[in-house]
C-alpha cells in the first residue's frame, strides 16, 4: 500500500492518541464491515469522532499533509 509509510508515520508521531484500523476487504470479514460502512473504493480513509461519529472520508490516497491536517482537524473536534 502506497500510503503506508505516510500512515505508519503519522500513528507513530501521534503516540496513541488517535486508534488506526486497516482492513483487508478481501477476505469474508472485511466485506463484510466494508458493506455496512458503504466503502465503495480502496484505499479509502476515515475520520471517526471520540463518539464514534464519521466526520470525514477520502476515498484515495492522501497526502501527507491532508491527512495529517484532517486528523488533527478531528482531534481538536473541529472536523466537519
Do not use: C
Amino acid at each position: 500500500m502506497a500510503a503506508k509509510p505516510v500512515v505508519d508515520g503519522i500513528e507513530k508521531q501521534l503516540g496513541g492518541r488517535v486508534s488506526v484500523v486497516r482492513m483487508d476487504v478481501s477476505t469474508p470479514a472485511g466485506r463484510k464491515v466494508a458493506a455496512k460502512i458503504g466503502l465503495d473504493l480502496v484505499p479509502t480513509f476515515i475520520g471517526y469522532d471520540s463518539q464514534g461519529l464519521e466526520r470525514w472520508r477520502v476515498s484515495r490516497v492522501p497526502n501527507r499533509a491532508e491527512l495529517w491536517n484532517r486528523l488533527m482537524l478531528l482531534y481538536s473536534g473541529k472536523a466537519v
